[in-house]
């Protein structure tokens, strides 16, 4: 059974920074993406980034490029999102997703597996 917990969402003023972590446990499948999505009330589920689960191939939204940085620490088989520069369009709840193939989609419907959530707020 997968299971992703997000965790590291809070408050934060503009400029200012966060760091997300995705903890993944279950992941059977040697080859597969993580990726974090964001979503506002009345939105869709946007695409922020995504990585490799053996690391490597990061992709990102052009909203966030040169802001926020996805990795991955293996001995925790955790995902990480750093997040600089914030800004208050950064608003969103975040979410970690899975799913067990390689390439680069920004759809949210190819995602498997998903977190509960973790609210990033950051206030101008």
């Known amino acids: 059974q997968v299971q992703l917990v997000e965790s590291g969402g809070g408050l934060a003023q503009a400029g200012g920074s966060l760091r997300l972590s995705c903890a993944a446990s279950?992941?059977?499948?040697?080859?597969?993406?993580v990726g974090w999505f964001r979503q506002t009330p009345g939105k869709e589920r946007e695409f922020v980034a995504s990585?490799?689960?053996?690391?490597?191939?990061?992709y990102y939204a052009d909203s966030v490029k040169g802001r926020f940085t996805i990795s991955r620490e293996d001995a925790k088989n955790t995902v990480h999102l750093q997040m600089n520069s914030l800004k208050p369009e950064d608003t969103a709840v975040y979410y970690c997703?899975?799913?067990?193939?390689?390439?680069?989609?920004?759809?949210?419907?190819?995602?498997?597996?998903w977190g509960q959530g973790t609210q990033v707020t950051v206030t101008s």
């Open positions: 997703a899975a799913r067990p193939s390689l390439g680069y989609t920004s759809d949210y419907v190819a995602y498997a597996y």
């Open positions: 279950g992941l059977m499948f040697s080859s597969g993406t």
């Open positions: 990585i490799r689960w053996s690391g490597g191939s990061e």
